[in-house]
């Protein structure tokens, strides 16, 4: 196997003139049979790196995805290439699965997809026995780990490819991981004698932004109406109530837009997917359940109305945008409630503490990222082990937000919460608390004799958004934790160290103008 072959498979069958930074030392490595782990961000061009592989090894390139819906899809792009591809899972009927492996085992085949769970039927393994494998491809690998966002028990089952197929060679591909995933990932899959192939997974021409959350909606709307009409993109909302709503009030608003969630029969989401493939400047309004392995380059944005739950989740979520190395906007707007709704999801979630201890980990981190007074681009490639210096185009890079020492008006927040409860055998949510340090006498406050604490009125000094700010930030910070249904304020651990040991509180103030991209330039 010589460099100047897997070139000339390059060249001939995907009709590209070379390889892109990273793919040819992974294609020789993995074409001459040695192992490989591959971390390379979405759009990076990860499928050469094990299909030019199989085409040069003798055998089939046998890829694992759990990627089912897109199998067929997959297939015909490359069966339009020349290259003899097929697939396995379970959307097939009887017949098509025995056409697929009548191929495979008469060597008709270059590549065959095959779902993971396929792995735990014996007649698949034997199948596999009874032809030649080229290698294993892994593909979403970082679907193994247990610790990263996107766990697939299936995955497990893949560790045995090796105990069983010893000589072939394995790639296992993934777009995200952390430090602490990409260690996992090696080590469930035995890969830590393999090659590691990390690429850089900064995407310089991404433009991070996170504002706080007023109305969503609007905020949206000026957003495309300034920056991004006629642009294809994708927005992220949590429910699937939210994604109908907002994209109704997109298309009242005159933009070109449909949902997607999984709640949705499968013709309508495989029509609106479709659209907005071929189509330009569509807008999906969409739940996360939209987006993976979707290769569209020209998306111009992606926006999130709602928190993600992971900076993982997140990076490749916003990672869809401008694949063709355009200008593009990740657009984030967040806000208390985002904190409040987060924190009872992970109380409500199944699994033991363990498995929410990790949820509260990867929100705090995701919190850091919003909450920062430092470049995102730097924060965010930090948290993929990787350093970088600001990038001098992103909002906190554009308009650095001041920080301030909020010490004094973390200690007006918490003894309120702290009083209610020892005075008064009260918890309360957010506007209460909030009315009580601002010194409004509502009617809810004059019900409750708010107006007689000590604390009534002590934070005339700060206006209501201010205050909203800083007890988004004490939850951010685990100075401040929400209970129960109502999203009541209570006290932690650390709230004592401000209350009563003088740890200082540093807060970040928002910046007055808003951040606006240039309009980026077209190719
Ligand atoms: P990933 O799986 O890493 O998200 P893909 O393998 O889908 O990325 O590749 C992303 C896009 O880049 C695809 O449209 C692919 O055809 C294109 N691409 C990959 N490698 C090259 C290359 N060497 N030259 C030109 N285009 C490439
Ligand atoms: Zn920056």
Redesign the pocket.
């Known amino acids: 196997m010589t460099s100047a072959e897997t070139l000339g498979v390059?060249n001939r069958v995907?009709g590209?003139?070379?390889?892109?930074e990273g793919?040819r030392e992974i294609v020789d490595h993995v074409s001459a049979g040695g192992d490989a782990l591959v971390l390379?961000?979405?759009?990076?061009?990860?499928?050469?790196?094990y299909q030019i592989p199989a085409l040069v090894r003798d055998g089939v390139g046998v890829v694992i995805s759990p990627l089912i819906a897109l199998m067929q899809d997959q297939v015909d792009a490359l069966r339009a290439l020349g290259v003899r591809a097929g697939f396995l899972n379970s959307t097939q009927d009887p017949d098509e699965r025995r056409l697929v492996e009548a191929e495979f085992l008469a060597g008709e085949l270059d590549l065959l997809y095959l779902a993971p769970e396929r792995l735990r039927s014996e007649s698949a393994l034997r199948l596999l026995d009874r032809g030649t494998v080229a290698l294993f491809a892994i593909?979403e690998a970082h679907c193994v780990a247990q610790w990263g966002h996107d766990f697939r028990p299936d995955y497990l089952a893949l560790s045995e490819l090796h105990e069983r197929w010893p000589d072939v060679p394995r790639i296992a591909?993934t777009?995200t991981a952390t430090k602490a995933t990409h260690a996992e990932i090696a080590a469930r899959l035995g890969l830590e004698d393999a090659r590691h192939f990390v690429a850089s997974f900064d995407r310089p021409n991404i433009q991070y932004r996170i504002v706080p959350k007023n109305e969503p909606r609007k905020q949206l709307l000026e957003l495309l109406r300034t920056e991004h009409s006629g642009d294809a993109g994708i927005v992220y909302c949590l429910s699937r109530k939210s994604v109908e709503e907002t994209a109704e009030f997109l298309v009242r608003s005159g933009f070109d837009a449909v949902p997607y969630h999984a709640g949705l029969d499968a013709a309508t989401r495989s029509a609106h997917q479709a659209r907005f493939l071929r189509e330009d400047g569509l807008i999906v309004v969409a739940t996360i359940a939209f987006g993976m392995?979707i290769?569209k380059?020209d998306v111009r944005f992606v926006a999130h109305l709602d928190l993600p739950k992971s900076v993982e989740g997140y990076y490749q979520e916003t990672?869809r945008a401008g694949?063709d190395g355009l200008p593009s906007t990740a657009w984030l707007a967040y806000g208390l409630q985002d904190v409040v709704q987060q924190r009872k999801l992970i109380d409500a979630s199944e699994g033991d503490t363990a498995h929410r201890r990790k949820l509260g980990a990867h929100l705090d981190a995701m919190l850091a990222l919003c909450e920062t007074v430092e470049c995102r681009r730097v924060q965010l490639l930090a948290y993929f082990g990787q350093s970088a210096s600001p990038c001098g185009n992103c909002d906190t890079c554009l308009a650095p937000p001041e920080s301030w020492d909020g010490t004094v008006a973390a200690q007006k927040l918490l003894s309120t919460v702290v009083r209610l409860r020892r005075e008064r055998g009260q918890k309360f949510g957010t506007g209460q608390i909030v009315d009580i340090l601002l010194g409004k006498r509502t009617t809810k406050v004059t019900q409750h004799r708010h107006d007689e604490l000590s604390v009534f009125g002590v934070g005339a000094d700060l206006r209501d958004g201010e205050w909203r700010g800083v007890v988004r930030q004490l939850l951010a910070q685990g100075l401040l934790a929400v209970e129960g249904d109502y999203g009541t304020l209570v006290t932690t651990e650390a709230s004592d160290e401000v209350l009563y040991q003088g740890r200082k509180v540093m807060l970040r103030r928002e910046p007055e103008r808003t951040i606006r991209a240039a309009k980026p330039k077209r190719a």
């Open positions: 390059l995907f590209y003139d070379s390889f892109r793919q390379m961000p979405t759009g990076g061009g990860k499928s050469l790196c593909d591909l777009a392995g290769d380059p990672g694949r």
